[in-house]
């Protein structure tokens, strides 16, 4: 089992800051990928920002120059720390991992994390 676990959402004012934490644990050989995807109602699951195995870094243009995506040293753990929030970050935010695991035979699949929610107050 992989379980991803996330935390720091919450309700912040315009222009303030947050920071997102998803930690990854259970039976893994190996992390992929790690990233973030948020979701409004009646709205398609989006991309805000990715990071390889490598350290190679992808954000949504909607995101670029406010929020920074970065790991622990262990690379179980990914953060996304978000400045000059605006109205339009509200959403449910989503850690995504690419996992390689190894049960009777390699596999490598896609986790999602619960969800949190952050809320952007005008």
């Known amino acids: 089992q992989v379980h991803l676990v996330e935390s720091g959402g919450g309700l912040v004012q315009a222009g303030g800051s947050l920071r997102l934490s998803c930690a990854a644990s259970?039976?893994?050989?190996?992390?992929?990928?790690m990233g973030w995807y948020r979701q409004v109602p009646g709205k398609q699951r989006e991309l805000v920002a990715s990071?390889?195995?490598?350290?190679?870094?992808n954000y949504a243009d909607s995101v670029k120059a406010r929020f920074t995506i970065s790991r622990d040293s262990a690379w179980n753990t990914v953060y996304l720390q978000m400045n000059s929030l605006k109205s339009e970050d509200t959403a449910v935010y989503y850690c995504?991992?690419?996992?390689?695991?190894?049960?009777?035979?390699?596999?490598?699949?896609?986790?999602w994390g619960q969800g949190t929610q952050v809320t952007v107050s005008a």
């Open positions: 995504n991992a690419l996992i390689t695991r190894y049960t009777t035979a390699l596999n490598t699949a896609e986790y």
């Open positions: 259970g039976s893994m050989l190996r992390i992929n990928t």
């Open positions: 990071i390889t195995r490598g350290g190679t870094t």
